[in-house]
């Protein structure tokens, strides 16, 4: 049976051109360079924040992060603190229109990868059920 499985799926990939089959991969791709520490914000933190913004994507998706080449969305942002308070600055581009699909503040409490993860996938996969109805 799994012999079968297997026959039948390769068949399928091979009856696929390769730039669809290769295009419908890398859909689920996405640039995200490190979040930019700002004001009194420690540059560690930063860094820790988006190595688990990365990887909570990733846990919980799809979605693929790479931090750099060719992809179809880019994640950019910000971490700024003053002495009472620390924010999230998330922006998600469309990387060949530099056409901004989201925007979202985080503060304090809400400064959390999973939450944070949970908006962009939901954002990465509206923008693509989106380009499915042009």
């Given at each position: 049976m799994r012999t079968r499985i297997g026959a039948l799926l390769a068949v399928a990939m091979l009856a696929l051109?390769?730039?669809c089959f290769s295009q419908e991969l890398s859909r689920l791709y996405v640039t995200m360079k490190p979040l930019e520490a700002v004001g009194e914000v420690d540059p560690e933190f930063a860094?820790?924040?988006s190595?688990?913004?990365m990887q909570a994507i990733e846990r919980n998706s799809d979605f693929r992060i790479k931090s750099g080449g060719p992809t179809r969305f880019y994640l950019k942002g910000q971490v700024s603190a003053n002495k009472e308070r620390?924010?999230?600055?998330?922006?998600?581009?469309?990387?060949?229109?530099?056409r901004m699909l989201w925007l979202q503040n985080?503060?304090?409490r809400d400064?959390?990868?999973?939450?944070?993860?949970?908006?962009?996938?939901?954002?990465l996969s509206a923008a693509l059920a989106a380009d499915n109805w042009r």
């Open positions: 051109p390769a730039p860094k820790i924040l190595r688990n913004l620390q924010f999230v600055t998330l922006q998600l581009f469309e990387t060949h229109t530099n985080y503060a304090d400064i959390a990868a999973d939450l944070m993860a949970e908006d962009v996938i939901a954002e």
